[in-house]
Structures are given as structure tokens and as C-alpha cells.
């Protein structure tokens, strides 16, 4: 049982340089989210989805693109890196329901020189 | 959501029961009490979600008071592998999990051999 994947595991970025974090369950999950992780901080939500076809803005949006075409994948597309966009990212999902626990990745180590 | 409060650290003996307590003193009646743990910056790991009465698993029991304005994880025999972050989140019931955590400082718990 995999749970929820998360590719690649470490990336060096230039400014200005686009990239896909990729993120995959196999949980069957409705529900699928996008956290960055800054320093000593707790995670704040990037965007998040409930459904394929189906996305929205979480509290740190700019900068990120989101889509889901499958209930498997959602991926989190950099347009133009950015050194403020150097963070760890974790990719979560839930099933729909009131009370259900997220399940988490291990993380996508991101540095933007 | 709710704000919480939790300390910013706290130390156990290794062994010994750990008592993480956490305030969410304007929490609404349609909240849960989540807690997670994040390990070396590994994904957050679910540990134990409740409403209003008690709640035990595997992993911790959640007692939270009468009044819901506080609540307290509680890891019975510590070991030096719950050395972590422990957060917790209070969200309402109606939307999936992945979607809606709001993540604070959390408290740094650290077991002592």
C-alpha cells in the first residue's frame, strides 16, 4: 500500500526555471491538498482539490498552478521559481466525510537559487 | 477555524506518559480536535481526532474537557521515536481533511533517554 507518492524527493531550481512537483494516491481519496513548509514554521495550504476537474486557492496560491485530471494525480506546476519559493511541499489527501484523517507524502525539497 | 495554543516545547522521559495539552478556547460546536506529528521534517502522521468525549487508539488517547475549550493528547509510554512536532487543529466537520487543516507552531516534544 504506497499511499500517497511524491516526485522527486529533492530538486535544485534556478530562478526563473519552471518545473511539476508530482504527487499520486492510491487511496482512491476524494480529496487532495498542496502544503509548503518554510523553517521552523507549520505547513500553510497551497491549493487544494475535491474531486477531478474540480480546484481551488488555498492561503498561499501565487506563484503555483494546480489541476486534476485524475482522482490519482494532482500535480503542483512553478511557472518561474522563485528563491522565496524554496521550501519543503508536502502533498496530502483524505477521503470525503466528516472526521476522516489526511494522509501525507514525505515531502519534496525544493531550493531556488 | 479555531485558534490554538499549544507550548512550544516540552520534554518526556523516555517511559513515562507525555501529557501534550493544547487550548482552543473559542472552538464552535461543529469542530473537531485533530492531532498530528511530524517527525525530522518527515509528512505529518495522523494521530487521534475527536468531538467531545475521550477518545483512545493504537497510538495515544485524546481526553478533552467538558467544556471543549482544551484537550490533552496523551502518549502513554513514551518512546524516544515520539521525539516530534505535535500539532493541534481544530476544523469543522463539514469539509474533507486534506482540505482545511490550518497547521500553528505546534509543540516540540522531546523524549529523554
Known amino acids: 500500500n504506497a499511499g500517497v507518492t511524491q516526485t522527486p524527493k529533492f530538486q535544485v531550481l534556478k530562478t526563473g526555471q519552471s518545473m511539476t512537483l508530482q504527487c499520486a494516491q492510491d487511496m482512491n481519496h476524494e480529496y487532495m491538498s498542496w502544503y509548503r513548509q518554510d523553517p521552523g514554521m507549520g505547513l500553510r495550504l497551497i491549493h487544494y482539490s475535491v474531486g477531478a476537474g474540480i480546484t481551488d486557492q488555498g492561503e498561499v496560491p501565487n506563484g503555483y498552478n494546480v489541476s486534476r485530471s485524475t482522482t490519482e494525480d494532482f500535480p503542483l506546476r512553478l511557472l518561474s521559481a522563485a528563491p522565496s519559493q524554496t521550501s519543503v511541499y508536502f502533498c496530502?489527501?483524505?477521503?470525503?466525510?466528516?472526521?476522516?484523517?489526511?494522509?501525507f507524502g514525505q515531502g519534496t525539497r525544493l531550493t531556488v537559487v | 477555524d479555531a485558534k490554538t495554543t499549544q507550548p512550544t516545547s516540552m520534554d518526556c522521559a523516555e517511559g513515562r506518559a507525555a501529557n501534550l495539552p493544547c487550548n482552543h478556547s473559542?472552538?464552535?460546536?461543529?469542530?473537531?480536535v485533530y492531532w498530528y506529528r511530524q517527525i525530522h521534517s518527515q509528512g505529518p502522521q495522523y494521530i487521534i481526532h475527536?468531538?467531545?468525549n475521550n477518545e483512545t487508539n493504537e497510538m495515544a488517547s485524546l481526553i478533552i474537557t467538558e467544556d471543549r475549550k482544551s484537550s490533552t493528547l496523551i502518549l502513554p509510554h513514551a518512546t524516544l521515536r515520539d521525539t516530534a512536532v505535535y500539532y493541534c487543529i481544530v476544523r469543522p466537520l463539514s469539509s474533507g481533511s486534506a482540505r482545511q487543516l490550518t497547521f500553528g507552531s505546534g509543540t516540540q516534544l522531546t523524549v529523554l533517554p
Open positions: 473559542t472552538i464552535s460546536g461543529n469542530e473537531y
Open positions: 496530502a489527501s483524505s477521503r470525503e466525510g466528516r472526521g476522516t484523517e489526511a494522509f
Open positions: 475527536g468531538l467531545k
